[in-house]
C-alpha cells in the first residue's frame, strides 16, 4: 500500500507562473485535503473534499483552487504563484467521519 | 474562531526525563481530539481522544482529555533521542481540523 503520495517533493517557481501539485491516495478514502505548514503557524487547511465531485474551502483558500473527479485524485492549482505561497505543503485523506488523517510525504514550495 | 493552543513551544530534556506536553483548545463543534509526531516529513498519527478521562497508552506514550477544561496532555516517560521531533495536536470538528503550531522535542543523549 501506497498511502498518500504526494508529487513533486520540491519545486521552485517564479512569481506569476502556475503549477498542479498532485495527490493520490490508494486506500478509497473519501474524504481529502490539502494543508500548508509555515514556521510558527503550524497546519492550515486550504481545501478539502469529501467525495467525487464535491469540494469546499479551509482556512486559506485564497490564491488556490482544487477538484476531485476521481475518489483516489486531488489536485492542488496555483494560478498565479506568489512569494507568500512558500511554503511546505501536504496532503491527507481520511477514511471516515470520525477518524484520523493519513498524510503525504510533502511537497516543499519556493516562489521567487 | 476556533483555535489550538500548544505549550511549551520548544522543549530540550535529557535522555531518560518524563516530558508532559499540553494542548489547550476553543472550537464550536468538537469531534475529537489528535497527537501527531512529526519527524522530517509527514505528521505520523499517534492517538485519536474523544472521551474525557480515558487514557490512550502506547509505549511510553500515554495521552488523556479533559473536555470540561477543554485541554489534553501527552506525556512520554524514559524519553529516548528517537523521541526527538515536533509534537502536533489537533482538533477534529467535522470535516475541518484544526492544529496548533507544535511542541519541539528535543532529546539529549
Known amino acids: 500500500n501506497a498511502g498518500v503520495t504526494q508529487t513533486p517533493k520540491f519545486q521552485v517557481l517564479k512569481t506569476g507562473q502556475s503549477m498542479t501539485l498532485q495527490c493520490a491516495q490508494d486506500?478509497?478514502?473519501?474524504?481529502m485535503s490539502w494543508y500548508r505548514q509555515d514556521p510558527g503557524m503550524g497546519l492550515r487547511l486550504i481545501h478539502y473534499?469529501?467525495?467525487?465531485?464535491?469540494?469546499d474551502q479551509g482556512e486559506v483558500p485564497n490564491g488556490y483552487n482544487v477538484s476531485r473527479s476521481t475518489t483516489e485524485d486531488f489536485p492542488l492549482r496555483l494560478l498565479s504563484a506568489a512569494p507568500s505561497q512558500t511554503s511546505v505543503y501536504f496532503c491527507?485523506?481520511?477514511?471516515?467521519?470520525?477518524?484520523?488523517?493519513?498524510f503525504g510525504n510533502g511537497t516543499r514550495l519556493t516562489v521567487t | 474562531e476556533d483555535k489550538v493552543v500548544q505549550s511549551p513551544l520548544s522543549l530540550v530534556v535529557h535522555e531518560g526525563d518524563t516530558v508532559t506536553l499540553n494542548c489547550s483548545y476553543e472550537?464550536?463543534?468538537?469531534?475529537?481530539l489528535l497527537w501527531y509526531k512529526q519527524e522530517k516529513k509527514a505528521p505520523t498519527f499517534l492517538f485519536m481522544l474523544?472521551?474525557?478521562?480515558i487514557e490512550k497508552k502506547s509505549g511510553r506514550l500515554s495521552s488523556i482529555l479533559d473536555k470540561k477544561e477543554l485541554f489534553s496532555i501527552l506525556n512520554i516517560t524514559a524519553t529516548q533521542t528517537g523521541d526527538s521531533a515536533i509534537y502536533l495536536c489537533?482538533?477534529?470538528?467535522?470535516?475541518?481540523?484544526?492544529f496548533g503550531t507544535g511542541t519541539s522535542l528535543t532529546v539529549i543523549p
Open positions: 491527507a485523506s481520511r477514511q471516515i467521519l470520525n477518524s484520523p488523517l493519513h
Open positions: 486506500m478509497n478514502h473519501e474524504y
Open positions: 473534499s469529501v467525495g467525487a465531485g464535491i469540494t
Open positions: 472550537v464550536t463543534n468538537f469531534r475529537s
Open positions: 474523544t472521551s474525557s478521562g
Open positions: 489537533a482538533v477534529n470538528t467535522g470535516n475541518q481540523f484544526y
